[in-house]
C-alpha cells in the first residue's frame, strides 16, 4: 500500500521537438525506480515515442468521443495508440483557444471515463496574484472539475499548478508560494475525498535542473510538469533525478 503521492515528472513539449529528438529520448531516458516518468511530445509524435521506460501522454483531447470535430482528437483514439496520461486545460489551451473552467472540466470528465489519467491544469494570470486573487481563481478552476466529474475525479486523476507569469518565464514560484498554493489544492480536494491525501499534484513553471530539488521536497509537491527544460534531455533527466 502506497504511503504518499507518487512522484512524476512530466515533459510538456508543446509545439517543439522532431522524430529525432524522439528518439534520442527513447533510446536514453532510462526508467527511474520511484518517479514516473511521463513524455508529451505533439500528438503527430505520440506513437512513435512509445517506450518501456516511460509513459507517454497527449497535450490535449476533445470533450467528444467523435463525430464532426474537425483537428480533433478523441480520448479513445489516445487510448488505442496507448497513450496514459493526458494533459487538460492548460493555460495556453485556455488563453489561445478559449477553453473555459466547463469545458476543461467536461475533457477530464471524458479521459476519466476512458481510462486515460488526466492532468488537469491550474494556475492564475499575474495581476490575479497581484490582486491577492489566487486562492479563488485557482479555487473556481478546482471547484468546476470537482462539479462535473465528483468522486470519479480522485480515481486515477492528477493536477498541475501552474502559474501563468511562471511559465516560460524564467521566474519560478518559490518553493514556498507553490507549497501554499498545492496545500490549498489539497484541503479543497480533501473536502470532497480522503483520496485527496493520495493525489499528485504537480508544480509547472520554469522548473529547471537547479530549482527542483527544492520545489519537489515541499510536503504537497509531487512532481512537475516541465515545459522548456523537458525538450533538453539532460536537462530533463537531471530533474528525474531531483524528484527519485
Ligand atoms: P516552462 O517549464 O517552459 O516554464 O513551461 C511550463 C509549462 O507550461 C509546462 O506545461
Known amino acids: 500500500m ?20 524522439i528518439e534520442e529520448f527513447r533510446k536514453q531516458l532510462s526508467h527511474l525506480s520511484v518517479v514516473e516518468v ?6 503527430v509524435y505520440l506513437s512513435s515515442a512509445k517506450s518501456d521506460n516511460y ?16 483537428g480533433d482528437i478523441s480520448v479513445e483514439m489516445l487510448k488505442e495508440i496507448g497513450c496514459k496520461y493526458v494533459i487538460i486545460g492548460h493555460s495556453e489551451r485556455r488563453q489561445d483557444h478559449l477553453e473555459s473552467n466547463k469545458q476543461v472540466a467536461a475533457k477530464v470528465k471524458t479521459a ?11 494556475g492564475e494570470p499575474l495581476e490575479v496574484r497581484e490582486a491577492g486573487g489566487v486562492f479563488e481563481y485557482v479555487g473556481e478552476q478546482i ?10 475525479f480522485f480515481s486515477s486523476s492528477v493536477i498541475a499548478y501552474e502559474p501563468i ?12 508560494q507553490a507549497q501554499e498554493v498545492h496545500a490549498f489544492i489539497r484541503k479543497e480536494l480533501l473536502k470532497v475525498s480522503e483520496k485527496a491525501q493520495m493525489m499528485s499534484i504537480l508544480y509547472g513553471g520554469s522548473v529547471k535542473p537547479d530549482n527542483a530539488q527544492a520545489l519537489f521536497a515541499q510536503p504537497d509537491i509531487n512532481g512537475g510538469l516541465i515545459g522548456g527544460a523537458s525538450l533538453q534531455l539532460e536537462s530533463f533527466k537531471k530533474i528525474c533525478q531531483a524528484a527519485n
Open 2 to 21: 502506497p504511503i504518499a503521492p507518487k512522484m512524476i515528472v512530466a515533459g510538456n513539449w508543446k509545439m517543439n521537438g522532431d522524430l529525432s529528438r
Open 143 to 152: 471547484q468546476a472539475i470537482l462539479e462535473l466529474c465528483g468522486d470519479t
Open 55 to 70: 509513459a507517454v501522454g497527449a497535450q490535449d483531447c476533445s470533450e467528444f468521443l467523435s463525430g464532426a470535430h474537425t
Open 112 to 122: 476519466i471515463d476512458a481510462g486515460i489519467t488526466p492532468i488537469a491544469c491550474v
Open 38 to 43: 511521463v513524455l508529451c511530445p505533439p500528438s
Open 165 to 176: 507569469w511562471a511559465i516560460g518565464t524564467g521566474k519560478t514560484a518559490s518553493p514556498e
